[in-house]
């Protein structure tokens, strides 16, 4: 059966072309964008938990602020650009 | 016909911190909030997934202020325009060449035809499996039939009519809407 044969099915108001061109304009996202949105809360659960340690350890805070990459890549999380935006904006309002 | 969380519901359960909730209202907007980037505003790759980590992160910690959680969508739909706008004023700035190309992009049209994208997308998913996952392998992801038979262990037919089948079952939900 060809696909033009599977869209011949009798609609109306949406017929199915309309219906398959509609679900065509929603590909889905990469999966690593979804994953890394997903991961939001318990990346900022982490970033709570840096930014914690940092106001009790200078030394640790210097670290992190040095290497925003690594703090966040060592509590298992992708740096991402809004995570790393995220963490720097917690430390800087100690 | 399998029955889907409304908006307002995952809303009020992300507030409650069930992380499903999160990743539910994350994979109903994906496709959304990537293809407003992608196709209404044209945004490059990084560009794109910069704007896409945003609106989510600005979800997540403004959900508190939302104040009618069936507004959801429209919610994170002009959050994201506004992002993909902000990105290409950014670029203009940075004398990347871009005074044109918000009022060069027919962006009021396509993004009503996404909105519209939207609303099939939500009756796909509330006709559950196995239609939602053959509609969606075969005009989202632009199977093959062969590709499709081969996943799911089924005849190249047998795809065929599945997939009639389960559009016209499509269209009588969406009949039964309107």
Same mark, same amino acid.
């Given at each position: 059966m060809s696909p033009s044969t599977v869209l011949d099915v009798e609609m109306n108001g949406y017929d199915a072309e309309k219906l398959a061109m509609l679900l065509r304009l929603l590909p889905p996202a990469p999966p690593g964008w979804v994953e890394a949105a997903q991961q939001l809360p318990a990346a900022r659960e982490a970033i709570e938990s840096i930014g914690a340690r940092a106001e009790a350890d200078a030394a640790y805070r210097a670290r992190v602020l040095a290497d925003l990459e690594a703090a966040l890549e060592a509590e298992g999380?992708?740096?991402?650009p809004a995570a790393l935006a995220a963490l720097r904006g917690r430390l800087l309002t100690d | 016909m399998q029955t889907t969380q409304s908006d307002a519901e995952i809303v009020s359960r992300c507030r409650m911190g069930d992380a499903e909730a999160w990743n539910a209202l994350v994979d109903r907007f994906s496709r959304y909030v990537y293809a407003v980037c992608i196709r209404g505003f044209r945004l490059g790759r990084e560009d794109a997934e910069d704007v896409f980590q945003e609106v989510f992160a600005r979800v997540y910690e403004r959900l508190e202020d939302? +104040?009618? %959680? %069936?507004a959801l969508r429209p919610w994170i739909a002009q959050l994201t325009r506004r992002l993909c706008i902000d990105r290409l004023r950014a670029g203009r700035r940075e004398?990347?060449?871009?005074? %044109?190309v918000i009022a060069g992009l027919a962006v009021d049209e396509t993004l009503s035809q996404l909105d519209e994208a939207m609303t099939v997308r939500a009756s796909l998913d509330a006709l559950g499996e196995p239609c939602r996952e053959i509609l969606d392998r075969f005009?989202? +992801? %632009?199977?093959s039939y062969k590709t499709i038979s081969d996943a799911l262990d089924l005849s190249q037919g047998t795809v065929a009519s599945r997939i009639a089948r389960c559009l016209r079952k499509m269209h009588e939900q969406m009949e039964g809407r309107s």
């Open positions: 999380f992708e740096p991402s | 939302l +104040r009618n %959680d %069936d004398g990347v060449g871009q005074e %044109d005009f989202c +992801r %632009d199977e």
